[in-house]
Structures are given as structure tokens and as C-alpha cells.
């Protein structure tokens, strides 16, 4: 397998622009993650799926953060507008449902000017 | 729910010993960690169920004490390959994984 697909690896936008960043979980898996990694906050989990399913998204920091899944290969996280503060890299990371070992994207790192 | 680690730096000459550690304010179903290269995404190290046992994992190993909700990893003889950010995930429930601000470790000759 890939491993855990995310794209694109760089996106520099302006501030006001709508984001979208995009995430292949391996194959099989059943819960993915979406990360925003700083240094002031280390890693910040924004919210993870289960199935598909959105359990929890009380990481998200705003209203203009969202995330979808619309099947069990593919999800998005998505800004709008973006803001300069939203400059961090955004990991999406997937697992098996079991405490098991979480596998990690390369990660996106965006810059907003 | 970010697990709290400590110290948040640490400076090791080659041959030292390190001790990271980890805690959480929530009961814990159990505790990952993990390495971070400059640049790179974290990569699984290891992994800690209930139940109070210790993994190895080449000279690194941990601990963890679930009634006091708390994690250790050791590193033992540390070689230059261990510099890195050290994450350690804790997982309240069967589906969450949290991650705290990270341990920078470096590795001097």
C-alpha cells in the first residue's frame, strides 16, 4: 500500500481564499484523523471519523473549518475564508478501529498571506 | 484533552539516557508514541495497553501507569539517529487519539 495520500503538499494562499485539502487513508482502515501541527500548540486534533462518520469535531477551531467523508477512501478538510493564523501543517493520519498504530500523510503545509 | 509532556527540550551527548514523560488528566484506554524528523511526519513507535506493561522497541521502551494516567519512554544509550520530536498520543476512547506538544530531543556527539 501508498500509505496515507495527501494533497497537495504545499498551498500557499491569500488571506479570504477558500482552502480545501485533500486525504487518501490507507486502505482498510476505519478511522481517520485530520492534525493541525504548530509549534506553540503541537499537535491539535480537529476532528476524526469512524467509519465515515464524524465522531468528534470539537477540535475544529471555527465555523470556517470543515471536514468531510463521503466514502472510506477519501476526505477533505476544508477553510473558508482562510486566515493568516490558519498557516500550519495539516496532517491526516488513519488506523484500524482497535488501539493500533495511527499512520501519518506527509502532511500539507499551508501558508496564508 | 492534550496530553501534558515533559520536559518539552532536552540536550543528550551520544551514550546518554533520556526519560520523556506523559500525562493526562483523563482515564486512559491507552497511550501511543511516536518520533517526529524535522520535516517528516510522526512515525509510530509503540504502543501501550491497560494493564501497566512495558514495550521495547531497540534501546527505547516505555511505561505506563494507568492509575496515575501517566507514561514514560526511556531511551537508553541514545545514538545520534534518536534526535527528533517525541509525541506521546493518548486515546480516552477506542476512536480518539490525542497528541500533546511534543519533547525535542537532540543527540550531540
Known amino acids: 500500500d501508498a500509505g496515507v495520500i495527501q494533497s497537495p503538499r504545499h498551498e500557499v494562499t491569500e488571506m479570504g481564499q477558500e482552502v480545501t485539502l485533500r486525504c487518501k487513508p490507507i486502505s482498510g482502515h476505519n478511522s481517520l484523523f485530520w492534525y493541525r501541527q504548530t509549534m506553540m500548540r503541537g499537535l491539535e486534533l480537529l476532528i476524526y471519523?469512524?467509519?465515515?462518520?464524524?465522531?468528534?469535531d470539537s477540535g475544529m477551531p471555527e465555523d470556517r473549518f470543515s471536514a468531510k467523508m463521503p466514502n472510506a477512501s477519501f476526505s477533505t478538510l476544508k477553510i473558508q475564508p482562510s486566515e493568516p493564523r490558519d498557516s500550519a501543517v495539516y496532517f491526516c493520519a488513519s488506523s484500524l478501529q482497535r488501539p493500533t498504530e495511527a499512520f501519518f500523510g506527509q502532511g500539507t503545509r499551508l501558508t496564508v498571506v | 484533552q492534550q496530553p501534558v509532556q515533559s520536559p518539552q527540550a532536552v540536550i543528550l551527548r551520544e551514550g546518554e539516557d533520556a526519560v520523556i514523560n506523559c500525562s493526562s488528566s483523563?482515564?486512559?484506554?491507552?497511550v501511543h508514541w511516536y518520533r517526529q524528523k524535522h520535516g517528516e511526519a510522526p512515525v509510530f513507535l509503540m504502543i501501550l495497553l491497560k494493564g501497566g506493561e512495558q514495550k521495547g522497541h531497540e534501546k527505547i521502551s516505555a511505561s505506563f501507569n494507568e492509575k496515575k494516567q501517566q507514561s514514560s519512554l526511556y531511551l537508553t544509550a541514545s545514538q545520534l539517529s534518536y534526535s527528533g520530536t517525541y509525541f506521546c498520543g493518548t486515546q480516552t476512547g477506542a476512536n480518539n487519539l490525542f497528541f500533546g506538544t511534543g519533547t525535542r530531543l537532540t543527540v550531540i556527539p
Open positions: 483523563k482515564a486512559l484506554y491507552s
Open positions: 471519523f469512524n467509519n465515515n462518520v464524524p465522531i468528534d
